[in-house]
């Protein structure tokens, strides 16, 4: 894939960390606030040309893999390397640190230990995976789990955006053949081990008061679709007593969403996304699609939770004579990260703590295939998937630290 130059104009915008500075102004979302910055679009080609441009600039050597992500290489590929990195695409509307953060740490780790003269026993890269957020094609963490195989290259290709536009499409525009997309079993052989830091998307750190913590797990998540389908008509020649209205539906299965998840502690519901068709003023719709994203700390009760949601969907649309279809569109189990790695980095970093998360990661999706570990740095407002996300610069610095201190650890054992 041609990944046109970019010359990266010098932003000072004081609460940033360097890097994140210099990209402070991509895919700003006037209209949303925050960031629109998703896969293969204007703000995402523009972004990987900066990434590649910084690569560049500490010496690594950039590629492209078959499913569109980005490895910056340090040394030549072989295996066993330690891989670090995350994404630069973001939620509608999202914020400056979740993904980015991830990214730029790496570029400054690897630049403190080139600087210092230090001299790697091992390969290292820096990746920077594609569609983590799922915004444009809606399955999270698309890259990687093309990179395992943990979604169907077929059922993948067939993925559309909100405007028809297939990936296989949108990939061959960009460049990358979609014939290709799919598990890269080369790629994988090369990590010997995944480290990610990233954001803290939660209020742990606040409560504890330490700028970073080693994450311990994620929760099972998924996504479906609910197409509530009723009768398209008038609003104002349609009596109320002869409406079929799946917006009304919709809303009571809405309610219902909530009401289950309340009813399953520690679960989590939400449906931030509703399209209704077709969406006149003085229409009743004919059909509404919402988007429904649940979590739990198993795979059971989040099943649990879901069927919960449906039942409740069925209801609603029946009583208003309506009918109503929940489908899976994405699904990920929960994790627990690799013990010894969690052990050995917290003792590493002087005993940090570690952290569950209820944020879906794409070291979450590598570590069923490669030991894999996440780095948390504080977020003052605890917000994330908005522009409220934040992180102090001084623990974003001790965020580069603790990626350095391990890199180096990590890069001076003996090759396997
Ligand atoms: O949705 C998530 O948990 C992640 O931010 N992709
Ligand atoms: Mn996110
Ligand atoms: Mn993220």
């Not at 209820?358 to 069923?368: E, Y």
Request: hydrophobic letters at 45%.
């Amino acid at each position: 894939m041609h990944v046109p130059r970019l010359h990266v104009p010098r932003l000072h915008v004081p609460q940033l960390p360097s890097g994140l500075a210099e990209i402070a102004d991509v895919g700003r979302d006037h209209r949303r606030g925050g960031y629109s910055r998703h896969l293969w679009q204007a703000a995402d080609l523009e972004l990987r040309s900066w990434f590649v441009e910084r690569a560049e600039r500490l010496g690594l050597d950039v590629e492209t893999d078959r499913n569109g992500n980005l490895w910056a290489w340090w040394g030549q590929p072989g295996t066993d390397a330690v891989v670090t990195g995350s994404h630069l695409d973001s939620v509608p509307g999202g914020g400056a640190y979740d993904g980015p953060l991830g990214v730029v740490s790496a570029l400054e780790a690897i630049g403190r230990l080139q600087a210092s003269g230090f001299v790697s026993t091992k390969p290292c890269a820096i990746v920077m995976f594609a569609e983590e957020e799922g915004s444009r094609f809606g399955v999270a963490c698309l890259g990687s789990r093309l990179l395992t195989g943990a979604i169907d290259a077929d059922q993948a290709r067939a993925l559309t955006d909100h405007d028809g536009v297939t990936l296989a499409d949108a990939a061959r525009q960009v460049g990358v053949d979609p014939a290709h997309l799919g598990i890269d079993r080369d790629a994988l052989a090369r990590i010997g081990l995944f480290i990610e830091l990233h954001v803290e998307q939660g209020r742990g750190l606040i409560d504890l008061g330490q700028p970073v913590a080693v994450a311990s797990s994620i929760l099972a998540h998924g996504r479906w679709r609910l197409t509530v389908t009723g009768q398209g008509n008038h609003a104002g020649a349609t009596t109320m007593g002869e409406r079929r209205d799946p917006m009304v539906a919709t809303a009571r299965a809405i309610v219902g969403v909530q009401a289950a998840a309340l009813s399953l502690p520690g679960t989590r519901a939400t449906i931030g996304r509703i399209e209704a068709i077709p969406g006149g003023t003085n229409v009743i719709a004919s059909s509404v699609h919402t988007w429904l994203d649940a979590r739990a700390e198993t795979d059971q009760e989040t099943r649990l939770l879901v069927a919960d949601i449906d039942a409740r969907a069925q209801q609603a649309a029946q009583q208003n004579g309506c009918s109503a279809t929940l489908t899976e569109e994405s699904w990920a189990g929960a994790v627990q990260f690799h013990p010894g790695l969690r052990e050995r980095f917290a003792r590493a970093l002087g005993q940090l703590p570690e952290l569950p998360t209820g944020a879906g990661h794409d070291a979450g999706v590598l570590a069923a295939q490669v030991p894999s570990a996440m780095l948390f740095v504080r977020n003052p407002t605890g917000i994330s998937h908005a522009p409220e996300e934040f992180a102090e610069t001084a623990d974003c610095a001790a965020g580069v630290d603790a990626l350095e201190l391990l890199l180096r650890e990590l890069l001076s054992e003996r090759p396997l």
